[in-house]
């Protein structure tokens, strides 16, 4: 009995063994992952606040978390199990259908410069205030969220498979709980710093109503200045759907602009890589805008 005892407690200290190593290489994975998707995190950093832009600041909040879920359940229900029956079965289809959702983001980012650069009737007062608190206007903005969120999780979802992948030793349990991790975490640090943004004017004000005056005078600086960062942030969003959905189906053409203009590395080449990638995008999209009007236009008749 104590040796079957002793036998037991052994396979049990190996198992345990055995799955701390696998959590140590899903937490080292996943912060690989991460960190090579760095680049469109932020991107749904920037393209996030402008959908939460011009409510009341107690529906803010209650926006993002709404938006949040939404990312969540599509890195964790719809991307992930999507990811690894492509990885196992069709591996080839992956790129292709990525380039479709960067054919969206290119198509949503042109709509909305073209929508900027078009002249349209001046709202009252009223009506905007109507508006902007509609239940209706809640709704597709946190619809239009989710979209444009699908495409840029399942960019970062491609990225991290593909970063596990180049492991040496790796199953379809160490992508997955890879996956479910770099989902989970980057889905918590992008809406965290989305609530934190949206929220700084708050912040400011509450600050700004303390008695210290070096405190008071940078909640002061806080209000004036997150309008103008709220604006910058929908501008750098919009750039950044049609970086990222140029880029997509660039590289999906196993093409980077910037070396044929002689530039193969550094933060020089990454501009032009990304100024040219944008251009495409915005070329891009609003073809698919023009297209997309005429079609609806003739349903329409």
């Not at 200290?13 to 140590?24: E, G, L, R, Y």
């Not at 002061?220 to 959905?245: D, E, F, H, N, Y």
């Not at 910037?258 to 891009?284: I, K, N, P, T």
Request: charged share 15%.
């Amino acid at each position: 009995m104590p040796s079957g005892l002793a036998a037991l407690l052994d396979d049990i200290a190996t198992i345990t063994k055995v799955a701390a190593a696998s959590i140590d290489d899903v937490a080292a994975a996943a912060g690989k992952a991460s960190s090579k998707a760095a680049g469109v995190v932020i991107d749904d950093t920037a393209v996030t606040p402008q959908y939460v832009t011009g409510f009341t600041p107690d529906r803010e909040l209650p926006i993002i978390w709404r938006i949040a879920k939404g990312s969540l359940f599509n890195k964790i229900v719809v991307i992930l199990p999507v990811a690894l029956l492509l990885s196992l079965f069709l591996p080839w289809a992956i790129t292709p259908l990525l380039m479709l959702g960067g054919a969206y983001l290119c198509f949503e980012g042109a709509e909305k410069v073209i929508e900027k650069l078009r002249p349209h009737e001046e709202e009252t007062l009223a009506e905007e205030v109507a508006e902007l608190t509609s239940a209706e206007h809640e709704e597709n903005m946190v619809k239009g969220a989710v979209r444009t969120d699908f495409i840029l999780s399942a960019e970062i979802m491609a990225i991290a498979l593909n970063e596990v992948k180049q492991l040496a030793e790796t199953s379809i349990w160490l992508e997955g709980a890879t996956l479910a991790l770099v989902a989970v975490a980057i889905t918590i640090a992008v809406y965290g710093v989305v609530g934190l943004i949206v929220k700084m004017d708050d912040i400011g004000l509450h600050m700004a109503q303390r008695e210290n005056g070096g405190t008071q005078a940078i909640g002061r600086a806080m209000v004036r200045g997150m309008p103008k960062l709220l604006t910058a942030l929908s501008t750098i969003g919009t750039a950044a759907m049609l970086w990222v959905g140029g880029q997509i189906i660039i590289h999906g053409f196993h093409i980077h602009p910037a070396e044929y203009v002689g530039l193969h590395e550094g933060a020089l080449a990454w501009f032009v890589d990304a100024a040219l990638c944008g251009v495409f995008g915005l070329a891009l999209g609003a073809i698919i805008v023009w297209v997309h009007h005429k079609v609806a236009g003739a349903k329409g008749h």
